[in-house]
């Protein structure tokens, strides 16, 4: 067996394939790849993809075919007939990515109808789409941070330490102040200013800053994947087989650098073999349930149903739901979660009719900092997101408008925190305490 170990298209598993034949869609594959002989070159032709070529070995990723391939491992291996090869691929949704262009990002805004990833060319164009939600959810957030100061460091014109010491800080102050409640953005950043200024105490040059800087946000964005899917592995032990699972909001691969940490869960028990269903809560006022987990879980051929913020009270007292898993946007050191606004009464239904309320968040959404959710800061959002929808006014003019982002839910009522280091039960702030100190 050969690998190849810069290329990865992710779960889709395919043995013995004959070239020219597509491959079978696997349990989170969600690209038709076909293998085509051409002299002693394979072309893997993705049909849901456009453009980015490359090359490795035997293999040509077909360049007016592959769009953004997310390719870490392909494994390959001569079968009886020259013509057949037994192929390990994984799919992931793409969702952020450092390039010589700059930060390619799907903009979440525009789905589901429309699959696009501009490229956002300086660290205030990454700032900007974190303010206007192009980039949404906690850990997302704090990738595109880190990548938006190491774009904005290599755009740097700075001709002495002093001044590149001075463009660095301005650089960090504009993405600090984007979003004010997803802590992972003031940990990544505080990652990158740890590069920095280790990178400053070595005596580095300013080029090799640069390239620090590059190497630090893309280990920041490879250790969210990873920490995504031992969550998922932790969480999925929690996920009884034939269930069915209601979710807030979007936690998924859109949410984070891949995989997701609530979805994430799910996709795990889907890969283990067990069989789960998901309610997905529209989430008003911004419907990521409707226009993101609802579009992200249809990809993966999960099944979902979507249903209204006000009908999860209905269900959760029916009995067709066995539990509730929601991601966060920080987690007070006592268990308090703040999430998307709505998760609040979710979890108080849920509590109310006996049914495990799950929250799935990696250690860096964890704040030990806080005493208690009471001093986890909510951010406002325009009226205009209540009022209208994609510029169309659905509320009278000038009506009062009030609109929260997040609210917090009290540990009280969470049966479980899902983390990458393991699942933390009462009381949270010993339990939550002994995972930092397990990971060091």
Known sequence: ????????????????????????????????????????????????????????????LAPEELCFPIIQSISSDRCQHSSAFAIILTTM??????TDEGVVRIDQRRLPTHELYPVFKTHDEVAIAIEDMVVRGAPAIGVAAAMGIALGMKNSQAASPEEFDRDFHRVCERLLVTRPTAVNLFWAIERMRWAFKHSRREGASIDEIRKQLVVEAL?????????????????????????????????????????????????????????VRVYA????????????????????????????????????????????????????GNGDVANKIGTYMVAVAAHENNIPFYVAAPLSTIDLTLG????????????????????????????????????????????AIITDAGVAREPYDTSLKALFEKKE
């Open 93 to 98: 949704i793409r969702t952020i990515e450092w």
């Open 372 to 415: 208690s959710g009471e001093q986890i800061p909510i951010e406002s959002r325009a009226d205009e997101e209540v009022t209208h929808f994609r510029g169309q006014q659905v509320a009278p003019e000038g009506v009062m408008v009030a609109n929260p982002a997040f609210d917090v839910t009290p540990h009280r009522y969470v049966s």
């Open 219 to 275: 280990d920041i964005h490879r250790e969210d994947v990873e920490s995504n899917r031992r969550m998922g592995i932790f969480g999925a032990e929690l996920i009884p087989d034939n269930a069915t699972v209601l979710t807030h909001c979007n936690a998924g691969s859109l949410a984070t650098a891949g995989f997701g940490t609530a979805l994430g869960v799910v996709y795990a028990a889907v890969e283990a073999g067990k069989r």
């Open 281 to 332: 809560d529209e989430t008003r006022p911004f419907l990521q349930g409707a226009r993101l987990t609802a579009w992200e879980l249809a990809k993966e051929n999960i099944p979902v149903t979507l249903i209204t913020d006000s009908m999860a009270g209905h269900f959760l007292k029916s009995g067709d739901v066995d539990c509730v898993i929601v991601g966060a946007d920080r987690v007070a």
């Open 1 to 60: 067996m050969k690998i190849l170990s810069e290329l990865d298209l992710g779960n889709i598993r395919a043995a013995g394939v004959q070239t020219g034949n597509p491959l079978i869609k696997a349990s989170r594959g969600r690209s038709v790849l076909t293998l085509v002989k051409h002299s002693n070159t394979t072309c893997i032709r993705d049909h849901h993809s456009l453009g980015d070529p490359r090359m490795m070995e035997n293999f040509r």
